[in-house]
């Protein structure tokens, strides 16, 4: 704070507050932290080729590590993670401590490693198990994913700490958890919830926990014992449906008996929408984007178009919410189901590295994806186009349709392209002398076409390299990166994924990185 006059504030939760490290990651992933140390062996266990660098015996000494993790190989592995989901940030040293032996030796115990790396993973790492309670303590809860640890006593006596996407949660409600245990290092046994079915407390000394616990705006301690002591059992009945007989309560108004209601309403809001996810299995974080969205009118949207959930903000595969939608009797040809298949094979189609499809074959598609008739299909693309959803533009004599953020991508990226190529550019002085002095250097002597593409990198603003193997692409590029350092030139090699900075990184044999890191961007 100090050396950046408060503009940054860094807020530590150590010892493993927020949950395991794989939890931790999620939570980056969420957007609910900003950063995590972690060990490399949560992040590489996907497969990343940082793996390699958990094999004992690597290094003759600290200074040869840190050249190693600083250099290429470092940096580019912190680029892999890019496909994650993930910003690589830097190396940390966590310390030499393992040793290993074919047999335990008489008086050490033996630590196994759950890790991939080391040995054939149990399912879902770990066994899975249910258990029903009343939440005794939220350890710590963040507001914007719902990410929570909280502490659950058990029906049986015994308390369990419980992390995951649980939203609004408060002492004194009841919850029935399935999830997987996992054992923390510093915290010991967790349980990873999955799924959570919750119930509102009953009992009078519950409702005075749940209510004491700041659940609704307006209500503490003293409030919520005033409350439980005049309506007994029935306090979230008065306060829902019959808020006026709050102001039977000393110390509550007119006006704050309705703020304390509408507060009430909109968390059991949350919670039937909550509840509706649960019941189709769907990720209960997307309550929190749906209420945000929507506000108590969450459900009821969702309830009228459940289609909305495989649109691309919350990212549901459609063939699952097609299954949900039909159980719940919309019929096979409703406007909303169409429309869904419409905008999904042009979802679909983006991952094939198509930004269009040219409208009959996205017609065609998509009467073969649902069964629907041809008529029905043209009148659902037409709302579409005519809510702006779909743009549809005559390209090379094709009628090309685009969801409407590839359209405004894909024209913005060629109106740039264009801006940079007829943008006026200092003619490059000497640049044949220097091409003459680099194959000199070098030992080589360039193509027609190689010494054009070199040539043209200097006195044009985009340049594209195109050519089958072997043609000489590479050393072309090599070539338009020496000739632009000898020009006085500072060159920045960007790839769009990690794999293929690495590759540039060994082929030119200077460093490269990923366009997202080199932008400082993360994934949201």
């Not at 190989?73 to 994650?84: E, H, K, P, V």
């Amino acid at each position: 704070e100090e050396r950046t006059e408060d503009r940054i504030r860094v807020e530590v939760y150590p010892e493993g507050k927020l949950g395991d490290e794989l939890s931790a990651i999620h939570q980056v992933s969420y957007g609910g932290i900003d950063f995590a140390r972690v060990s490399l062996a949560t992040v590489a266990e996907n497969g990343s080729d940082a793996e390699v660098l958990m094999l004992p015996y690597l290094y003759s000494g600290r200074e040869h590590m840190w050249k190693v993790l600083d250099g290429p190989i470092g940096t580019g592995m912190l680029s892999d993670f890019t496909d994650q989901g993930l910003v690589g940030l830097a190396w940390f040293d966590g310390g030499a401590r393992s040793f290993w032996s074919g047999q335990t030796p008489r008086g050490f115990v033996r630590r196994r490693s759950w890790r991939r790396f080391y040995r054939k993973r149990k399912s879902a790492m770990g066994e899975r198990c249910t258990v029903e309670g009343t939440v005794q303590n939220i350890i710590f809860q963040n507001e914007e994913n719902g990410y929570t640890v909280l502490s659950l006593l058990t029906d049986e006596g015994e308390l369990v700490t419980v992390v995951g996407c649980i939203p609004c949660a408060a002492p004194g409600e009841g919850m029935t958890v399935t999830g997987v245990w996992v054992n923390h290092p510093s915290y010991g046994p967790q349980l990873t919830a999955e799924q959570v079915t919750r119930r509102m407390p009953q009992s009078e000394e519950e409702l005075i926990s749940w209510l004491a616990s700041g659940a609704i705006k307006g209500v503490g301690e003293a409030t919520a014992e005033r409350l439980v002591a005049k309506f007994g059992e029935d306090t979230l009945l008065v306060i829902e449906e019959e808020p006026e007989r709050l102001q039977t309560i000393k110390g509550i108004t007119a006006r704050r008996a309705m703020e304390i209601s509408a507060a009430f309403k909109a968390q059991t809001g949350l919670r039937r929408v909550m509840g509706f996810l649960s019941r189709y299995d769907l990720p209960v974080p997307l309550a929190m984007q749906l209420y945000r969205a929507y506000g108590t009118d969450a459900l009821a949207r969702v309830k009228d178009n459940p289609y909305l959930l495989s649109g691309e903000q919350y990212g549901v595969p459609f063939s699952a919410m097609d299954e949900i939608a039909l159980s719940m009797g919309f019929d096979g040809d409703s406007p909303c189901r169409t429309e869904a298949a419409v905008l999904y094979e042009l979802e679909h189609n983006l991952g094939n590295g198509h930004v269009f499809l040219p409208r009959p074959k996205l017609l065609a598609a998509t009467e073969q994806l649902i069964g629907a008739p041809p008529e029905l299909v043209e009148q659902a693309l037409d709302t579409l186009e005519s809510r702006g959803t779909v743009v549809e533009e005559q390209i090379a004599r094709v009628d090309a349709c685009y969801l409407r953020r590839m359209y405004l991508a894909e024209s913005e990226t060629a109106r740039r392209l264009l801006a940079l190529r007829d943008a006026p550019r200092p003619q490059g002085r000497g640049v044949e002398k220097l091409i003459r002095e680099m194959e000199e250097q070098q030992s080589i002597a360039y193509a027609p076409q190689q010494r054009q593409a070199v040539e043209l990198a200097a006195r044009t603003g985009v340049l594209l390299l195109t050519g089958g193997p072997g043609t000489g692409k590479t050393t072309s590029t090599r070539g338009i990166v020496a000739l632009f350092e000898g020009m006085g030139l500072q060159v920045l090699l960007l790839a769009p994924t990690g794999r293929a900075a690495k590759r540039m990184s060994e082929l030119c044999r200077r460093e490269a990185q990923t366009i997202h890191r080199a932008l400082g961007m993360t994934y949201n």
